[in-house]
């Protein structure tokens, strides 16, 4: 089917809209003809994106979320219902980044991309599924997983793992929603970007230099390597592009770059079918991107 078709007219709220894929899926839910609901915690960026869109003629309203708190979340969906409209799709974006060795990694770090890419998408699902059932409705979740939801990469242990739990929510959701006999207007979706243009690797957690022999080196050396592909990094419109084509035709995992973030599942499905150790690429065929 075409995107359009599927979406459009419909509402669309995204968290960590204010950049990244975030805006690249607003911006393009936009031109789709969605109503948009922006939230974030980056309040100036998200009321530029509302401003942009509307001065184009749409419809949008920016919302400041800390998807950390449930409270918020619930309060999210509750606007939404009562002042915006049915939701038609559910993007449960927001994520940060984090570098360094897994035990240099700060407490407070370690939480915070837990509590964001995590539990963030559980509060999401929580405050909205139960509104998108009853209105019974066609209705899209597209949780943010990622290429690193398929592949083990040192120096980033804590978003490689909320990555991988994202996924297998995901997975486990779509089992549960078809067990539960909504699947007929109820389609969940996980979302695999590879390499896309974001701020996500300058605001990643490093960690504390002041912490008993805590490799900093390391950890920014990492950043940097991560930095420098940033410039190869696909567009985030194109990016969105190829989600909301690919969720249109019914995909269930959604990939912005099929060819490269196939060849991670590979890798991944071989590991895991060969019993083989994940090892350690060579400097000199070390290609973050792939990643």
Known sequence: MIPRDVFGGGVAVITGAAAGIGAGLARHAHRLGMSLVLADVDSAAI?????????????AVDVVCDVRDPAAVDALAEHTYRDVGPVRLLVNNAGVEQF????????TNWNRVMDINVSGVFHGVRSFLPKMIAARTPAWVWNLSSIGGVAAVPLQTPYIVSKHAVLALTECLRLEVELAGHADHIHVQAVLPGA??????????????????????AAESQREAMLDIKAGALDPLEAAEA???QSAQGGFYLLTQP????????ERAKVLTTLVPPQLRSQSRFDPAKL
Not at 198 to 215: L, M, P, Q, R, T
């Open 100 to 107: 360094g060795y897994l035990w240099d990694t700060p407490v």
């Open 47 to 59: 009321a530029a994106l509302r401003d942009e869109v509307t001065a184009d003629g749409g419809t």
């Open 196 to 217: 896309v243009k974001s701020n996500i690797f300058e605001a990643a957690g490093g960690v504390d230099a002041d912490g008993a022999g805590a490799d900093v080196t």
């Open 259 to 266: 060819e490269q973030v196939r060849s991670a599942m590979a």
């Open 243 to 245: 989600v909301f084509a």
